[in-house]
């Protein structure tokens, strides 16, 4: 009994034990020199794809004998928004603005909701021909552009949609892109949450809105993204839809800036000004989104 409160005694003598910090391991020099080139090489790809857009920026801001004589620096002697004054006062460059925001918040809307609906068709429902209809799906994923241009161009004139609003915006409501991204993403949901639903009396369009596509919201920020993103930088669809200058869009109107519609000479600061505006809204809604980009692996249940 004394040998057992002496050995207590000690131990409140001798206070907490110290618990000393974790060793930190020391890197190998060939890792380590490893990851500086690394990171050497990714700042130097990082520099090349910012400097245009920084070279875009300053120019904006010089005047036409300055961007002309030094074009690629970034500090600009005289500093002056002359270009920024002309484009919004002297062009029709708020009308293509709004032309390209209503088409762009329509076309996103409208492809968000469609490609929903056909990739959860795609997914879920069972009916011949589902197999054959995915494959044509993935196979205009295949096809260029260009080459729809003069069916494209011909269908709208049949249908009377040329150079409307219409012509515009319809053609661009479903993307094979879309349908792809979202069946893939419905068939990582396991059907056992739809069981419920269903037995309770659900049909397909309510458990497809109430249950499936809350699920889904990775994927949906994802064609949101993606559709604002397309729908914004659209050029080709829009040269073919239409002829009217009331619904000429961004791209339009800043290629025509580009080829020197509304100036003689070069006129760098007004046609780097109008892009760089250009790239503001689309730049925005990725740095909002970025961390909501689709993860294949949200929306699955654990057992």
Excluded: C
Excluded at 86 to 100: G, Q, V
Excluded at 115 to 133: C, K
Excluded at 218 to 229: D, E, G, K, R
Excluded at 249 to 265: D, E, R, Y
Aim: net charge positive.
């Amino acid at each position: 009994m004394t040998s057992t409160t002496a050995l207590t005694d000690e131990a409140v003598q001798a206070g907490p034990p110290v618990t000393l910090p974790p060793r930190r391991r020391r890197l190998p020099p060939a890792r380590i020199v490893g990851q500086v080139l690394l990171y050497a090489l990714l700042i130097v790809i990082a520099i090349i794809y910012i400097f245009p857009f920084l070279v875009q920026v300053s120019t904006s801001f010089k005047t036409d004998a300055e961007a002309t004589s030094d074009a690629v620096s970034l500090i600009p002697s005289t500093v002056t928004f002359a270009a920024y004054e002309r484009l919004f006062t002297r062009s029709d460059f708020p009308l293509w603005f709004a032309n390209s925001a209503v088409v762009t918040v329509l076309v996103t809307l409208g492809r968000v909701f469609f490609v929903s609906l056909a990739g959860y068709a795609l997914a879920r429902l069972r009916f011949r021909g589902r197999t054959v209809i995915f494959a044509m799906v993935v196979a205009v994923m295949a096809v260029p552009t260009v080459v729809l241009l003069i069916p494209k161009f011909l269908v709208l004139n049949q249908l009377g949609m040329y150079d409307s609003y219409a012509g515009m915006i319809i053609p661009l409501l479903v993307d094979a892109a879309g349908v792809f991204i979202m069946k893939n993403f419905f068939e990582s949901i396991p059907p056992s949450v739809e069981e419920q639903a269903r037995i309770d009396g659900a049909g397909a369009f309510r458990i497809f809105w109430s249950i499936v596509l809350p699920m889904a919201r990775p994927a949906l920020v994802t064609i949101v993204i993606l559709s604002f993103q397309g729908s914004w930088n659209e050029l080709s669809h829009f040269i073919v839809s239409t002829q009217s200058p009331e619904l000429t869009t961004l791209t339009k109107g800043v290629a025509g800036l580009a080829s020197g519609q509304l100036s003689q000479g070069n006129q760098y600061p007004l046609k780097l000004a109008a892009a760089a505006i250009m790239t503001i809204p689309v730049a925005v809604l990725f740095f909002i989104f970025q961390k909501r980009i689709m993860n294949t692996s949200e929306g699955a249940v654990k057992g």
